[in-house]
């Protein structure tokens, strides 16, 4: 799957792979983009019953004081994330329908 953003004079915006997912639960996807020269794998398309899907960067849990606790590994501008998530949830929505 190769979709391609160009984004105003920023780099481009490539989804590279899409995986949906059956009887994961609220996981219903995981997407590999590429920004520019950098993949990022592991972005996670969630739904929670009655709600609209939303995407996830990458993240890392880990532990403190007994609680789980979760790190981002990519942090995007709020502008370049949502075109993100605008793109990586129209392809995944494109592969519904089919």
């Not at 059956?22 to 592991?42: E, P, Y």
């Not at 739904?47 to 981002?72: I, T």
Request: glycine residues 8%.
């Amino acid at each position: 799957m190769s979709m391609t953003q160009e984004t105003g004079g920023r780099k481009s915006i490539e989804i590279v792979a899409l995986k949906p997912l059956t009887n994961k639960g609220n996981l219903k996807a995981f997407a590999s983009i590429r920004l520019g020269g950098v993949i990022i794998h592991d972005c996670r398309i969630l739904q929670q019953p009655n709600q609209r899907p939303w995407v996830s960067l990458p993240q890392r849990e880990f532990e403190r004081d007994g609680q789980k606790k979760y790190s981002a590994v990519v942090e995007l501008s709020d502008p370049l994330k949502r075109e993100v998530s605008r793109l990586v949830l129209a392809a995944w929505e494109r592969g519904r329908a089919c």
